[in-house]
T-cell receptor, first 114, second 115 residues
Framework: KAGVTQTPRYLIKTRGQQVTLSCSPI?????VSWYQQTPGQGLQFLFE???????NKGNFPGRFSGRQFSNSRSEMNVSTLELGDSALYLC?????????????FGPGTRLTVT | AQSVTQPDIHITVSEGASLELRCNYS??????LFWYVQSPGQGLQLLLK??????LVQGIKGFEAEFKRSQSSFNLRKPSVHWSDAAEYFC?????????????FGQGTILTVHP
């Protein structure tokens, strides 16, 4: 069974631009959670989507948004990029509706904002 | 709100030595507890999990962890470390109910293995 895939793997953007990151979950998993990882703040929860609906949201500004499609693929968007948005963005796939609580992570997208 | 503390930022052990990584959590109810490992430039790999039942759980790569409710701890152990175990280790706590999809992570412990 294929794992979680994230595209692109690396991205360089300029301050003020916006960016869209994509995540394809493990087949059969209908939940996707997103996390930001930085050296200073560690791993922080951004949001979770299940069945195309946002179920949980972390403490991030409104510039961070996401969505989920009917095939469970998810995208997250960051608008008006700031230098502090440079991070590794990880998505995790899990099976909320089957009671499994294990989150399986993709390799991440490394975003650099200059 | 739940929180996780990993007191050791960096641990160095010799290959073949035993290992224990500490994790303390704060959560009002019975927590869901996890240990993940991350190699440089990679995502997180699940090592083991605790939901309920037997407090000693076995994971992949020869790791085990023990849940101690009285100490709010979930320490990770391995009897004999291999050079390939060098990585960063994260303890995480999850909540059920409406917070199902949210994990709260500790700051991580970097493990260095000397030959």
């Amino acid at each position: 069974k294929a794992g979680v895939t994230q595209t692109p793997r690396y991205l360089i953007k300029t301050r003020g631009q916006q960016v869209t990151l994509s995540c394809s979950p493990i087949s059969g998993h209908r939940s996707v959670s997103w996390y930001q990882q930085t050296p200073g703040q560690g791993l922080q929860f951004l949001f979770e989507y299940f069945s195309e609906t946002q179920r949980n949201k972390g403490n991030f500004p409104g510039r961070f948004s996401g969505r989920q499609f009917s095939n469970s693929r998810s995208e997250m968007n960051v608008s008006t990029l700031e230098l502090g948005d440079s991070a590794l963005y990880l998505c995790a796939s899990h099976s909320r509706d089957r009671g499994f609580y294990e989150q399986y992570f993709g390799p991440g997208t490394r975003l650099t904002v200059t | 709100a739940q929180s996780v503390t990993q007191p050791d930022i960096h641990i160095t052990v010799s290959e073949g030595a035993s290992l224990e990584l500490r994790c303390n959590y704060s959560y009002g109810a019975t927590p869901y507890l996890f240990w993940y490992v991350q190699s440089p430039g990679q995502g997180l790999q699940l090592l083991l999990k605790y939901f309920s039942g037997d407090t000693l759980v076995q994971g992949i790569k020869g790791f085990e962890a023990e849940f101690k409710r009285s100490q709010s701890s979930f320490n990770l152990r391995k009897p004999s470390v291999h050079w390939s175990d060098a990585a960063e280790y994260f303890c995480a706590v999850g909540a059920g109910g409406t917070s199902y999809g949210k994990l709260t992570f500790g700051q991580g412990t970097i493990l260095t293995v000397h030959p």
